[in-house]
């Protein structure tokens, strides 16, 4: 049986705490599914700003999308954890990733490590976590059992096999760091590819995960082969028809953007999509056309 769609938007931006309430009791009213926040240097702390939107809203899910696992201990990460779904009332939904800004490690005084020792670090984050979480010893205890909803981000082989055995969210982006800490732009077939990988992965799973795609950009109204050609200019390896079938760039009028996005559904499986901050409004429309 297909998922229903879900949708979700990452609140890049701080501010005091009114105009937290206000986004985040705006971001309600449009019919998001989830707020979430992520975890960089620059923007809002995760888990106090998800504490204060449970505070602001009554519906939503609350989601760290993604916090970088280098950047914690998994002990003080299990009472964060904790703490967090008990104060938002057992709506948190725990993002883990490995990790990709060099810059932010050397910021924090943490070692940055090879791509191999970070997605060691996040899956010794990921088992010890459950551990503790899963402990009836441990306080404080999280008010989900046994742990918050996990997602996990990625797309190499490792954060593909790790994801289908622990993570009740797959996470998905279209773009692959280099050894060199560059991104590049996953052609369509690579994604396809990637989630074949996955799925064969998680075969033996009794109850298969939630698939999450980030779509970072949105423009609604927009000409979408001019947006094509303008995403182009920095992906020089894909063609405009590629482009065409990106699930990165939602692009077009409010159908045609919800075309894409069923479309998305059936090639890929995805049914969980994330927008970021600035276009929070304009997406709105979308989703209403997807649910009517």
Not at 106 to 121: I, M, T, Y
Not at 133 to 157: S, V
């Amino acid at each position: 049986m297909t998922r229903p769609f879900r949708f979700a938007v990452n609140m890049l931006s701080p501010g005091s705490a009114a105009e937290w309430r206000e986004k985040c009791r705006r971001a309600e009213s449009l019919g998001y599914d989830v707020i979430l926040v992520p975890d960089h240097l620059g923007m809002p702390a995760p888990f106090p700003s998800l504490v204060a939107a449970a505070e602001a809203t009554e519906r939503p899910r609350l989601g760290t999308f993604v916090l970088n696992a280098g950047l914690w201990n998994p002990a003080l990460l299990a009472r964060e954890v904790a703490t967090t779904d008990q104060l938002t009332g057992g709506r948190l939904e725990l993002g883990l990733g490995a990790g990709y800004v060099k810059e932010e490690h050397d910021r924090a005084g943490l070692p940055f490590g090879s791509p191999g020792e970070r997605v060691d670090h996040l899956e010794h984050t990921v088992t010890e976590v459950a551990r503790l979480l899963g402990d009836p010893e441990h306080l404080p205890q999280p008010a989900q059992a046994p742990r918050p909803p996990l997602l996990l981000g990625g797309n190499g082989k490792r954060m593909l096999r790790l994801a289908a055995r622990h993570a009740e969210i797959a996470a998905f982006t279209g773009v692959a760091t280099t050894a060199a800490g560059e991104s590049r732009l996953l052609s369509p077939a690579v994604i396809e590819e990637r989630m074949g990988v996955y799925h064969e992965f998680a075969a033996g799973r009794e109850t298969p995960a939630e698939l999450n795609y980030l779509s970072p950009i949105v423009a609604v109204g927009a000409d979408r082969r001019a947006m094509a050609r303008k995403v182009g200019e920095n992906a020089p390896e894909l063609t405009e028809g590629e482009l065409l079938e990106h699930p990165t760039l939602l692009a077009g009028s409010v159908k045609d953007i919800a075309d894409q996005v069923r479309g998305h559904r059936e090639r890929f499986g995805f049914t969980y999509f994330t927008v970021l901050e600035p276009v929070m409004e304009a997406f709105a429309a979308v989703m209403e056309e997807l649910r009517t």
